[in-house]
């Protein structure tokens, strides 16, 4: 086995026992959607989208959201602690350091971006909590919270993701609504 599918399949296997219910298929999914968004990414962005809720996964270690006051400070320390997570699993995997590097960096960046490959992986992670997360999450947080993470996660997204989450239809009639109010109340 290469190096970077041992990697993939490590970190399928840490997120495989996260407590989280939607964080095996989100991580897939966003790795999907990166894919249909850029289907040549690197191997380097390939491994971040797999990867970048690592931390969401080690239940005894993972950064919790009741520690912060700030949504965006919570958000940040879940992104730099997946990184750190990350790092062990790519270099025991014997995967090269620069990628290594590339990896952590963008895990570290994942809800925020700034370049063109952290853009991506931020769009591909929002895609994907629409498209994947959002029923899992509305069930445990209900109505106020689902919109309040749904209107942050949208207002990240770039114009193009933004046509692509209009497009995605949920069956159940209140995710449908709540993904309308979130779409009409976004500003532009
Ligand atoms: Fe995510």
Redesign the pocket.
């Known amino acids: 086995m290469d190096s970077i599918d041992c990697a993939k399949q490590k970190i399928r296997a840490a997120i495989a026992v996260s407590r989280v219910p939607e964080d095996p298929h989100?991580a897939d999914n966003?790795l999907e959607w990166l894919l249909r968004l850029e289907p040549d990414v690197g191997e380097a962005l390939q491994l971040a989208a797999l990867a970048?809720?690592l931390d969401r996964a080690v239940e005894e270690v993972k950064v919790r959201r009741a520690d912060f006051d700030d949504y965006d400070a919570f958000k940040a320390a879940h992104a730099r602690h997946g990184a750190e997570l990350l790092r062990p699993i790519l270099t025991a995997c014997g995967v090269a350091r620069d990628m290594v590097d590339e990896a952590c960096r963008l895990v570290e960046v994942?809800e925020v971006g700034g370049d063109p490959d952290a853009d991506l992986l931020k769009d591909a992670?929002s895609i994907?909590?629409f498209d994947v997360?959002l029923p899992l999450y509305y069930e445990r947080e209900g109505w106020a919270e689902s919109k309040r993470r749904s209107l942050w996660g949208y207002q990240r997204l770039s114009a193009r993701a933004r046509n692509i989450v209009a497009k995605i239809s949920h069956e159940e009639e209140v995710l449908a609504r709540l993904l309308r109010e979130v779409i009409s109340e976004s500003v532009r």
């Open positions: 989100h966003t970048h809720d994942h992670d994907s909590y997360n």
